[in-house]
């Protein structure tokens, strides 16, 4: 496999294993010691994400003008995992609201062009595998993660702020790999590079527009990951197993996304992509019916599929159609619609809970994914 997309893959477990530690248990340590409400998590989380999102439209637009891949991804990667540290000593859900801001700044700084470097590293006929391998291993992190915290909330229960501190090591692992393993990609003279576009979907196809929209769409049901958490101790788990239902889910996107990426890499991205709606829409309507911890722990792994079948998929498929020189504002666009939409999204989902109960606002977010998954039918994105 190319040597670049190895270490982008190290980058990513080290920083979701990292990331994924905290996850898990940070809606419990809002709730329990901080007493919280699920409103207001809601209300975190959508921030953090939009922040993220918007970010990425100017990094990726930067990328393009500036091709400084390694620059982009250092800083990115650097902040977020410089502010892990500070959940050990907040005190209120205000400083948990800053951090996290902090946390999804850097994201928002790295994510496109460490995509656009995946894809200008592959040629179409293997840029499928590409990021089916990056999202494996990232998942691999994410799953190493709430294992992590399992491991240490078993020996000392409670004791979230340990877990806070110690998620800072593999995350300077993953700023090392950046430094001193990664290198710009320089474009060969015959390479041919389409002139840079200003912001906006003025200057990017329709093809691209159509299908960012229809995402965008999907995403106003995709609510944080945080409030399963948050369905799994109400069904009757333990906190202390909840990590381990993060560890299940991703498991499985590790071990499905490598070979679901060469699947679209023969049949084709479109396919694999509405099957992940479904999918989606199948889980999220088990989550809010399911009335026991079986049930819980089984929709978990099949959430892991959904995973497996849209994230590196749609990075690849945008890849497909938007030319080089031009795929990282494209990136950007597409990944600052469909985070700002998490801002909607978790409030929408904190609301429905709060005033409805959890199976509404579940069933909800199904019936927005089929009609996501309609309209990439209908009109043949």
Request: aromatic share 12%.
């Amino acid at each position: 496999m190319n040597p670049v997309i190895v270490v982008l893959g190290l980058v990513s477990l080290f920083t979701d294993l990292s990331s994924n530690m905290i996850v898990p248990i940070l809606p419990l340590y809002l709730t329990s010691v901080l007493h919280v409400q699920v409103q207001s998590i809601g209300i975190i989380e959508g921030i953090a994400e939009s922040t993220a999102s918007i970010l990425k439209l100017f990094s990726g637009w930067i990328t393009d003008r500036l091709g400084k891949y390694k620059l982009l991804m250092l800083i990115g990667y650097g902040l977020s995992n410089l502010t892990k540290p500070l959940f050990a000593i907040s005190a209120s859900w205000g400083q948990v609201l800053m951090i996290r801001f902090s946390d999804r700044f850097g994201k928002g700084i790295r994510t496109s062009p460490r995509d656009v470097l995946i894809a200008d590293s592959t040629t179409k006929e293997e840029r499928g595998k590409a990021f089916g391998f990056r999202r494996g291993m990232d998942t691999l992190g994410a799953a190493l993660g709430p294992l992590a915290a399992f491991g240490i909330l078993a020996m000392y229960p409670s004791h979230y702020r340990l877990v806070f501190w110690i998620s800072v090591i593999p995350g300077i692992m993953a700023v090392a790999l950046i430094v001193f393993c990664l290198k710009d990609k320089k474009l060969a003279g015959n390479e041919k590079q389409a002139k840079p576009v200003k912001l906006g979907f003025r200057n990017l196809n329709r093809r691209f527009v159509r299908f960012s929209l229809i995402s965008t769409l999907f995403t106003i049901g995709n609510f944080s990951d945080a409030f399963l958490a948050l369905r799994a101790q109400d069904a009757g788990m333990l906190p202390a197993l909840i990590p381990l239902c993060f560890f299940a889910f991703n498991m499985s996107t590790s071990l499905f996304s490598l070979p679901v990426g060469m699947l679209s890499d023969r049949i084709g991205r479109r396919p694999v992509l509405i099957s992940g709606f479904f999918i989606f829409a199948a889980v999220y309507f088990g989550f809010g019916i399911a009335k026991s911890v079986s049930w819980i722990w089984v929709l978990f792994v099949l959430y892991g599929f959904y995973y497996a079948f849209t994230e590196g998929i749609q990075k690849a498929y945008i890849a497909d159609i938007v030319p080089q020189g031009q795929r990282g504002t494209a990136m950007g666009t597409y990944n600052a619609m469909v985070g700002l939409a998490a801002l909607p999204a978790s409030i929408l989902a904190g609301y429905l809970w709060q005033t409805f109960g959890s199976a509404v606002a579940f069933s909800t977010s199904s019936v927005i994914a089929i009609a996501a998954a309609l309209l990439m039918i209908i009109f043949r994105i």
